[in-house]
């Protein structure tokens, strides 16, 4: 396979940085420059380092439990929050990409004062775009520590006197990008939520699920996989914007540009998932997940500016997306297809979009209206910032409406599309 000059360029200039940051933290293996000099396809190598509390910890047998039982739980404290709150993490057990056991974690964060509206006091499941490899980036870590990048849509659900639930929803093995896995983990910690009475959510409180970007991820996965996974969690409407629904799409759009480390991060989330993917990579595809084995967002995307790597220079085989690996992994992983969600579902999108290019949502926008599914999709002007911003009210005033059990029409409908 031919490669560019500049990207072999790229490759050596985050090596050459790569060596240094391993001879200095020592974090990506027992040996870290042996396995960096001479690395090998084993996909143990590149999981995300042990945080090291006990806590995280799944008691033995765990996998015998149903998912979403609870295996452990502890109080925290979150924040910075201006409404007073009492925070509990649960560890529970979900399902992996696969439908393998797996420990999950989640903090359910309540209001400390009673809800006075009718009926149980609604729940948001806000899921964060963590979108990183490492597992101190999870908001399982970040939220104790007052970091957690995304806590003012959080306390602008806590100020309407919902409760909030934040999941880690790439899973135990970070898995950043693996839609099934994060799908799983949020149904999942959502049922472990209503197994705790002391938390004042019990099983008929609405629950409302949103998240922007990689939280969309996670957020369109649990709707779709609702019906058949978790038809007994009381999910009353899911919103999401900016979503990467179909990776074939970002081939194009991220791969290979000043989004390449971001794209090469979600390559490298999926594979931990998915790890047939490590036999498709060269030395230099392995050398990459050594680097960043445990990067937060903040290292990882800016990379692309300095090493614009195509995924295509870390394997040695032509047209690797187009082998039967990956081929199966990219359909696994696509939103949509035959899955369709039963609870209404608000699309948001930037018409300028050109990270996630908008025809991923109106192909999912499509699909899921033609299986009878209920979806309003609003595309705005403006790219994937700028509509972070501008699409939060609208996307938050139909989460307030679902949550009040008010109606929505029947059918799909679209505004500028």
């Excluded at 995924?311 to 359909?331: F, G, W």
């Excluded at 930037?350 to 609003?378: H, M, S």
Aim: net charge negative; charged share 15%.
């Amino acid at each position: 396979m031919k490669v560019s000059i500049r990207a072999c360029r790229s490759i050596t200039t985050l090596f050459a940085v790569g060596v240094l940051a391993l001879s200095t933290t020592g974090t990506a293996a027992a040996d870290p420059l042996g396995n960096f000099v001479a690395p090998v396809a084993d996909p143990a190598l590149y999981l995300p380092t042990p945080l090291g509390e006990p806590w995280f910890d799944p008691p033995a047998g765990y996998e015998q439990q149903p998912p979403g039982a609870v295996l452990a739980t502890r109080r925290v404290t979150v924040g910075p929050l201006f409404t007073p709150v009492v925070s509990t993490q649960i560890l529970f057990r979900t399902n992996d990409s696969k439908d393998r056991p797996v420990a999950g974690v989640t903090t359910v964060i309540v209001p400390s004062a009673p809800w006075t509206g009718p009926g149980s006091r609604p729940v948001v499941a806000y899921n964060m775009a963590i979108d990183s490899l490492g597992n101190t980036c999870a908001p399982s870590w970040t939220l104790p520590r007052g970091i957690a990048p995304e806590i003012v849509p959080v306390q602008s659900f806590l100020a309407k006197n919902y409760a909030v639930v934040v999941t880690d929803h790439q899973g135990p093995r970070q898995g950043y990008a693996a839609g099934p896995m994060a799908g799983h983990a949020i149904l999942d910690a959502l049922r472990a939520m209503v197994k705790l009475p002391e938390l004042g959510l019990p099983a008929e409180s609405p629950i409302a699920a949103t998240g922007y970007s990689g939280g969309a991820i996670a957020s369109g996965w649990a709707a779709q996989l609702a019906p058949t996974y978790a038809p007994d969690v009381n999910l009353v409407g899911v919103a999401f914007g900016g979503a990467p629904t179909d990776y074939r799409i970002l081939l194009r759009s991220l791969n290979g540009t000043v989004g390449s480390t971001l794209f090469l991060s979600a390559t490298l989330g999926v594979a931990r998932e998915y790890p047939e993917m490590f036999s498709l990579m060269n030395a230099n595809g392995l050398r990459l997940a050594t680097i960043a084995k445990d990067m937060c967002i903040y290292l990882t995307a800016p990379g692309g500016l300095v090493a614009p790597i195509p995924a295509q220079a870390l394997s040695d085989i032509p047209n690797v997306d187009r082998t039967p690996i990956a081929e199966q992994i990219i359909a696994s992983t696509r939103m949509g297809g035959d899955k369709t969600p039963t609870v209404p579902v608000f699309i948001y999108h930037g018409q300028q979009e050109f990270w996630i290019p908008k025809e991923g949502v109106e192909t999912l926008y499509d699909e899921w209206c033609a299986q009878g599914a209920n979806v309003r999709l609003e595309e705005y002007l403006g790219e994937h910032l700028i509509v972070a911003l501008s699409g939060i009210p609208g996307a938050y005033a139909w989460i307030d409406d679902r949550l009040a059990g008010i109606p929505v029409p029947s059918g799909c409908s679209s505004f500028g599309r």
